[in-house]
């Protein structure tokens, strides 16, 4: 029978150390994405807005789900 | 009782109804054992769930506080996120608006025997927020280009006797025939001015922004 059990504070500190990396790379990847569509804004571009504004939108939604998981397992534990 | 003194187990390990079984010792006899991670002990002894957030939200034990740390700055990585993602809407709802305001077609800036060869002009065009200048740079050559300098919107100033376009403020330089950066910190061409020349007549009909 499986049994489970919260993490320990060690497993915790990896897991948000993890989440942490990868929500780090993804903001890295909205300000990217924000310079590149200012910059074609400003030039008259428009075609690459609205893909744009979806993409960052899904980082968004990624990183919220990281964050909901980081405070279930936090609620796990009590 | 007959347990005192017995070191009690983790409760965690094993089994639902007979954690920290040995034998056929029933678990409920053994005194709950306090986390072992809880390190910091309040002052009033009591758990730390019904202690106030402050004291949750700043341990004094260092892992307890790297932990609490990484949590506090993935949330405002998270924010920071958002602060992007509205920024992104904030693009797409200024281009919506951008294109319900198309410029004005066929303003009329001169006429050509008013702009002799190496005069300027300004003017504005589409709105009268946007600053733009009317060159002469040939006899049978117009061009037209926005006054801000697309680095930082300063007024550029033409010299036509070198055939470019200077920004004072940080030394930007812009080629006078197609306005493409030649030197300094702007990375994209001024914004052309679309001319018509008829009827010796000058006619501003668009505005065209490009990013090379």
Known sequence: MSIRRPFTRGQRATIVNGMLAFVIVLVILQLWLLTATMNAYLGGDDSVIVPAAAASLACLLLNAGLLRYLYHIERTRQ | ?212
């Open chain 2, 1 to 212: 009782m007959a347990d005192e003194g017995r070191e009690p187990l983790d409760v965690r390990i094993d089994s639902e109804g007979r954690e920290g079984l040995t034998g056929t010792t029933p678990a409920s006899i053994y005194r709950p054992l306090r986390d072992a991670e809880q390190v910091t002990l309040p002052p009033d002894g009591k758990p730390m769930d019904a202690q106030p957030a402050w004291r949750t939200d700043f341990p004094i034990d260092w892992p307890q506080d790297q932990y609490v740390e990484r949590r506090d700055f993935m949330k405002f990585m998270v924010l920071t996120s958002l602060a992007f993602t509205v920024g992104q809407f904030w693009i797409a709802a200024k281009s919506l608006v951008r294109r319900g305001n198309r410029a004005p077609s066929g303003v009329r800036l001169a006429s050509t025997d008013d702009l002799a060869v190496g005069d300027v002009r300004t003017f504005a065009f589409p709105t009268e927020h946007d600053p733009c200048i009317l060159m002469r740079p040939a006899d049978r050559t117009f061009v037209a280009y926005s006054q801000k300098c697309t680095h930082l919107s300063c007024a550029v100033i033409p010299q036509i006797a070198d055939g470019v376009i200077r920004c004072p403020c940080h030394e930007g330089i812009f080629d006078m025939a197609s306005g493409r950066p030649l030197a300094g910190p702007p990375r994209r061409p001024l914004v052309r001015i679309e001319l018509d020349v008829r009827d010796g007549q000058i006619f501003a009909t668009d505005v065209e922004a490009r990013t090379v």
